[in-house]
């Protein structure tokens, strides 16, 4: 049956959950404040690159299912309410900043009723939900059915993830609100997908530990591949040799310029924050190192320029890609585009080229020379870095892209190359935690 469904909050993840929800033929309203966001999606169109995604929106769109607006005012009192407002990293560089949380908890007071149930999908420090539940039912003079759903949807098979979980997390205080979710969610229930029902905090807590995993696993790698580069070992062999291991399992384990994105660095380092507060910092100091070891792949880079090509200065750098991972325009922390940052720092002429995400860097990076055309962007350049592992960059015939650039020097960032073929047509290659350059 058709629940009465708003989204608050239309960025990445609300509004794939907003068509998400019409997929399964629900009845959807989409709140965000930002009245370009809004108008953009009543055209059917979204404001980031998201494979699949317009498509489905506009298909909503033309059935009815789906509208969206800036105000909160609703002719009808929805049954459920998803939270998927940002949580970003506070200008501490700390924890998270849960004030949109807070704000859109508070609009949202005018416009719920009793049988209202409010969902938490935004990632937030443990112990954030009850806070909100207290804060709210205090303005709203009722008590307020809140409940907490983490969302797992990776960027670039958003939608795909959206409607085809691994699971479902639903924590809540009664059993009414997990009811109500149980409803909205029955279509993907019915097809067996899990449904692991816990308590609030524990809900809360799973998208960060989840995260926190995440990034430990890719940080680790990297960790072997700067014994291994110091020691003659080969990072790439070694993944391939204890992921066959069912316990370690090879995905996530493939070293290069380690993770970026608007989830994983924030979630780790909020994670932190909220630890220390609950007086068990020491628990998760780890990830401290987690994320320095991230950051120090991206240095490492720059060093290994430096390496080669001596004084950066006027030297002429290519960056490929720019997005934190393909199949996305979401620069956020992108390892890719703070290299290139690093080095148009250090003094050097750093063009990039990324298949979608140049449009979003706008005029925000003066210091980097967009260039849009793959050919065009080689020409003449002195060092190639692939920081993004677009398919588009894994097909390159490194012969003639050899003719196009000045010196065939290439850092394969991301470990995707095939480094024969790339030798065999005369470059040197530098693969990141790998003994083979020539
Ligand atoms: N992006 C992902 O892949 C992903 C996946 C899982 C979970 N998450 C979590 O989901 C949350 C949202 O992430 P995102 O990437 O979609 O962020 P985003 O920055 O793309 O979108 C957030 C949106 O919320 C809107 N907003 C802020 N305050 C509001 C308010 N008071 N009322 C209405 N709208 C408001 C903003 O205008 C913006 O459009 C975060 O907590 C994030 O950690 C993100």
């Known amino acids: 049956m058709a629940v009465k469904i708003c989204v608050v909050g239309l960025g990445y993840l609300g509004s794939t959950h907003a068509v998400s929800m019409a997929n399964l033929g629900h009845d959807v309203i989409g709140i965000d404040l930002d009245s370009a966001k809004v108008n953009l999606l009543n055209a059917g169109r979204v404001s980031f690159y998201e494979p699949g995604l317009e498509s489905s929106l506009q298909e909503s769109l033309s059935r009815g299912l789906v509208r969206f607006q800036t105000s909160f005012k609703m002719a009808e009192t929805p049954d ?189 380092r909020g994670f932190v924050a909220r630890a220390e507060e609950l007086g068990v910092g020491e628990a998760v100091s780890f990830l401290r190192d987690v994320d320095a070891i991230n950051q120090r792949r991206r240095a490492w880079v720059v060093t290994l320029a430096e390496q080669e090509l001596g004084e950066l200065k006027d030297r002429k750098i290519l960056m490929l890609g720019l997005s934190f991972k393909p199949e996305t325009d979401d620069m956020r922390d992108s390892p890719a585009l703070d290299i290139a940052l690093r080095l148009a720092r250090a003094g050097a002429k750093v063009t990039v080229h990324d298949p979608v995400a140049l449009h979003a860097l706008g005029d925000k990076h003066p210091e980097l020379i967009g260039e849009q055309d793959l050919s065009a962007a080689a020409m003449d350049q002195e060092l190639v870095i692939l920081g993004t592992e677009w398919s588009e960059y894994k097909s390159i015939d490194p012969a003639s892209f050899g003719d196009l650039v000045a010196n065939k020097l290439i850092i394969d960032g991301r470990n995707v190359l095939d480094v024969a073929s790339w030798q065999a047509a005369g470059w040197r290659l530098i693969a990141l935690g790998r003994n083979v350059h020539n």
């Open 80 to 268: 459920v309410v998803f939270v998927c407002v940002g949580t970003p990293e506070s200008a501490s560089h700390k924890s998270a900043d849960t004030s949109h949380v807070f704000s859109a908890g508070e609009s949202l007071t005018n416009v719920i009723s009793r049988d209202t149930v409010v969902v938490g999908k935004s990632t937030v420090p443990v112990g954030t939900a009850a806070l909100l539940r207290e804060r709210m039912s205090a303005v709203a003079g009722l008590p307020v059915h809140l409940a907490w759903n983490p969302e797992f949807l990776r960027e670039g098979t958003a939608l795909e993830d959206s409607l085809n979980p691994d699971r479902i997390v639903i924590g809540s205080w009664d059993d009414y609100s997990s009811q109500k979710l149980k409803e909205v969610y029955k279509p993907i229930l019915d097809r067996g997908t899990p449904l692991v029902e816990v308590d609030v905090p524990t809900a809360e807590l799973v998208k960060v530990a989840a995260n926190a995993f995440l990034a430990t696993k890719v940080s680790f790698i990297n960790a072997m591949a700067e014994v291994a580069e110091v020691s003659g070992a080969d990072a790439v062999e070694l993944a391939k040799a204890i992921g066959y291991d069912d316990r370690i399992g090879n995905k996530f384990l493939r070293n290069g310029i380690g993770f970026g994105g608007g989830c994983l660095p924030k979630d780790i």
